[in-house]
C-alpha cells in the first residue's frame, strides 16, 4: 500500500476488498465516519449483482485525477474478466446505478476504463462538520490495552559527540514513534549506549596521557566534544606512531599491531573488564561528561527517551542463551568450542554467536538484549531498531535467531533501515575529526535562518528574545524537514542552503503558510460560529478531500514506519492552501456564511500542519 501525490490530486492507497453476500442498497451517505470509497466499493459490488449476476471478490477506488472531472475513480478494467461488456458501455450502466442508489454521488463520466464520480457538496459539508474545530485531527487514542513498540534509536558512542549522521537516525526514531502514538500504538522510546570496548578506552588513554586534568568546565568546552578531542588525539598519536615504526623496517600491518599507544589502550580495557578501580573510575567521570553533553544535544534537537540501556550493563547478556539455543538444536558447537548457528538453508550463512574462550559478540548482546527488553516492558510485542543500512545483514540474522529460539514477539521486529548522510564536502570520517559535530549544524541552520528572515525584513514587532526562538524554530524546520521529507532506505545529499529555502518543499515554506493561517485567525477577530456557502468553490473540494486523507496517511506511515508519507502529505496540502489563499478572498468576502467558513477551513488545516508538523518532530510559529 502506498500514498502516491499528482498534481492537485492525492492518490488514495487501494482499499482492501470486502467480501459480503448480496449487499442491501445503499441510499444515503452523511456517516463520513464510513469512507465513501468502501460505500462505493459496496455499491459496485451491488450493481455487479443486481446487473449482471455475478459477484465481485474486488473494487479498486482511487482519487480522480486532476486531468479528469469527477473526485473518486472507480477502476473497470477489473471488473471484465466478469463481466463481458467493453469499458464504456460497463461504466454507464454502473455509474447510473451508483447516482442512483448512493445519494452522494450526483454525477459521473467514463473515459476508457475509468468510471468517474462526482461526490455532493453536501457530503464534504458532513465531513467538514465532523473535523470542526478538533485539535487531535488525524491522531488515534492509544489502547492501552494493545500490545505496545519499543523503538530503538540515537544508540551513539561515548567516545565522540553526536554528528549528522546521528542527527537523521534520531530524527527517523523519534518520528516513527511519534507516528506510531499517532496511529493507536503504546510506545517506548529507547537506545543503547555503547559505552565500553576498545573504543572508548582510546578517548580514555588519551585523556591520561595528554590531557593535563582538563574537564569540560576548565575548557569550556561540552563533555562529548571535549572526549571527542581526545579520541581525535589518539588517531593523530597512533598514526604517528606507525608512520615511525614502518620507517624502522615493520609493514604497515605489523605497524598497525605494534603500535605503543594501541597495546596501551587494549591493556586498558582489559584493566576495564577486569574491574580496575581507578580505570572504572576514569571511564564513569569521561562518560559522565558525555551523558550530560548528549542530554543538551537532544534537548536542542527537540528529541527523548523514555528508558536507556548501557552496553555495559548488557554486553553479557545473552550467554546464557547460547546454552538454551544449544540444547534445542537451534545453534551448534565447534571443535574449538565456539559456538555457531547455521543459516545457509535461510540463504544466509554460519554466524558466530559465542567465541571459543567463552566471550560475546554483538549478536550474542542483542539477542540477549532483545530478550530483556520484553523482560522489562512485558506490553511490548515488537520492536523497531533505527539503525543504518550498513547493518542489514546483522539484523536479518538477529531475527532469524530469536524466532528460531521461539519468541513469539520475533515476529514484529523490524529493521528502519536508512540511507548514509553525505554532504557537498564528501563523506564524514569520527577519527579524523571531519565529521559534522551536530550542534554546530544546528546552530548553523539557526544563524542562516536569522540572515534570510532578516533579509525579508518582517520581523519590526519581535524583540530580540522572540526573533532567537523563531530563527531557532525555522533553522530546525529546515533541517528536519529535509531529512525527514525523503524516504529513509535513500540516501541523503544535506544542502543546508536549500533546505532552509522559504520557497518549495521545505519546511520554512509550511511553517510560513502555518503563520499565514495564524494571522488570518487573528484578523477575524472572535470566534466565528459554524457557517456553510450554498456550495464549494472547487479548491475547497480539493482541500476537503486531502483532508481526508490525512488520518490515514497516518497510518499507512506508521504501518510503513515512513515519516517521509507525512511529510509529503502535509507539503501537499499546503501547496493547495497557498493556491487557495492566492485565488480566493477570505476575510475580503461579503457573504457572511462564506467568509466564516473560508475562516473555519484555513483554521482546520491549520490544525493538521501543526499535528502532522509535530508527528515529524517539528514545531510551527504563530508569526513569521
Not at 345 to 357: A, C, N
Not at 594 to 606: A, D, I, M, P, W
Request: net charge negative; with cysteine.
Amino acid at each position: 500500500m502506498h500514498l502516491l501525490f499528482e498534481s492537485r490530486s492525492v492518490q488514495l492507497p487501494f482499499l482492501l476488498p470486502i467480501i459480503s453476500p448480496p449487499l442491501p442498497i445503499f441510499a444515503a451517505s452523511k456517516d463520513v465516519t464510513q469512507p465513501m470509497e468502501i460505500l462505493i466499493q459496496q455499491a459496485v459490488k451491488t450493481a455487479c449483482i443486481n446487473l449482471f449476476q455475478v459477484d465481485i471478490d474486488q473494487v479498486d477506488v482511487q482519487p480522480t485525477k486532476s486531468d479528469f472531472e469527477g473526485d473518486l475513480t472507480v477502476i473497470l478494467f477489473p471488473l471484465l474478466k466478469y463481466v463481458k461488456k467493453n469499458p464504456p458501455q460497463l461504466g454507464e450502466e454502473i455509474g447510473a446505478f451508483l447516482v442512483k442508489e448512493i445519494e452522494a454521488v450526483e454525477g459521473f463520466n467514463v473515459i476508457k476504463g475509468f468510471l468517474n464520480l462526482t461526490i455532493s457538496d453536501t457530503y464534504f459539508f458532513n465531513f467538514f462538520k465532523s473535523i470542526q474545530g478538533d485539535k487531535h485531527i488525524g491522531i488515534a487514542p492509544i489502547d492501552e490495552n494493545a500490545p505496545a513498540v519499543m523503538v530503538e534509536y540515537s544508540s551513539p558512542n561515548t567516545n565522540k559527540p553526536l554528528h549528522l549522521g546521528h542527527i537523521r537516525n534520531n530524527l527517523l526514531g523519534y518520528s516513527v514513534a511519534e507516528i506510531l502514538k499517532a496511529s493507536g500504538k503504546k510506545v517506548y522510546k529507547t537506545q543503547i549506549i555503547n559505552d565500553r570496548g576498545i573504543h572508548i578506552c582510546k578517548s580514555m588513554l588519551a585523556w591520561q596521557k595528554f590531557g593535563k586534568g582538563e574537564t569540560p568546565e576548565s575548557s569550556g568546552l561540552k563533555g562529548d566534544k571535549l572526549v571527542g578531542k581526545y579520541y581525535v588525539l589518539f588517531d593523530t598519536t597512533y598514526k604517528s606512531q606507525i608512520a615511525e615504526l614502518m620507517k624502522n623496517g615493520l609493514t604497515d600491518e605489523q605497524a598497525k599491531k605494534q603500535a605503543p599507544i594501541l597495546l596501551e589502550a587494549q591493556k586498558m580495557l582489559q584493566l576495564w573488564e577486569g574491574g580496575d578501580p581507578e580505570t572504572v573510575s576514569l571511564w564513569k567521570m569521561m562518560n559522565g561528561w558525555v551523558y550530560k553533553g548528549f542530554e543538551e544535544t537532544y534537548k536542542n534537537l527537540g528529541v527523548d527517551f523514555d528508558t536507556y540501556y548501557y552496553e555495559s550493563d548488557t554486553y553479557l547478556l545473552g550467554k546464557d542463551v547460547v546454552q538454551i539455543g544449544l540444547d534445542k538444536g537451534v545453534f551448534e558447537k565447534d571443535p574449538d568450542g565456539s559456538v555457531w548457528i547455521d543459516l545457509t538453508g535461510e540463504g544466509l550463512d554460519r554466524k558466530i554467536v559465542l567465541r571459543s574462550d567463552g566471550t560475546a559478540v554483538y549478536m550474542t548482546q542483542d539477542i540477549g538484549t532483545a530478550i530483556q527488553r520484553v523482560k522489562d516492558y512485558p506490553d511490548v510485542k515488537g520492536m523497531v531498531y533505527t539503525v543504518g543500512n550498513e547493518q542489514d545483514y546483522h539484523f536479518k540474522v538477529l531475527f532469524l535467531i530469536l524466532k528460531k529460539l521461539g519468541f513469539d514477539w520475533a515476529e514484529n521486529l523490524f529493521h528502519l533501515s536508512y540511507g548514509m548522510v553525505d554532504l557537498p564536502s564528501g563523506k564524514m570520517k569520527s577519527r579524523e575529526g571531519t565529521v559534522v559535530d551536530a550542534d554546530d549544524l544546528m546552530d548553523e541552520m539557526t544563524q542562516s535562518a536569522a540572515a534570510i528572515t532578516e533579509e525579508l525584513g518582517k520581523l519590526d514587532d519581535f524583540d530580540e528574545e522572540q526573533k532567537q526562538v523563531l530563527f531557532k524554530l525555522i533553522g530546525l524546520a529546515a533541517l528536519k524537514y529535509f531529512i525527514l521529507k525523503v524516504d529513509p532506505k535513500k540516501r541523503i545529499l544535506f544542502n543546508p542552503k536549500e533546505s532552509i529555502d522559504f520557497q518549495g518543499n521545505t519546511g520554512p515554506f509550511i511553517q510560513y503558510t502555518y503563520a499565514r493561517i495564524r494571522s488570518i485567525l487573528r484578523k477575524s477577530g472572535k470566534t466565528i460560529e459554524a457557517t456553510f456557502p450554498n456550495e464549494l468553490h472547487p479548491r475547497e473540494k480539493e482541500i476537503l478531500k486531502t483532508l481526508r486523507y490525512f488520518p490515514r496517511t497516518v497510518q499507512e506511515a506508521a504501518e510503513q514506519f515512513n515519516p517521509a508519507l507525512v511529510a509529503n502529505y502535509v507539503y501537499e496540502l499546503v501547496k493547495l492552501y497557498n493556491s487557495y489563499y492566492q485565488a480566493v478572498p477570505i476575510l475580503s468576502v461579503e457573504d457572511t456564511a462564506v467568509r466564516n467558513f473560508r475562516v473555519q477551513l484555513s483554521e482546520t488545516v491549520g490544525l493538521t500542519i501543526k499535528n502532522a508538523f509535530a508527528l515529524l518532530g517539528i514545531t510551527v510559529p504563530d508569526r513569521m
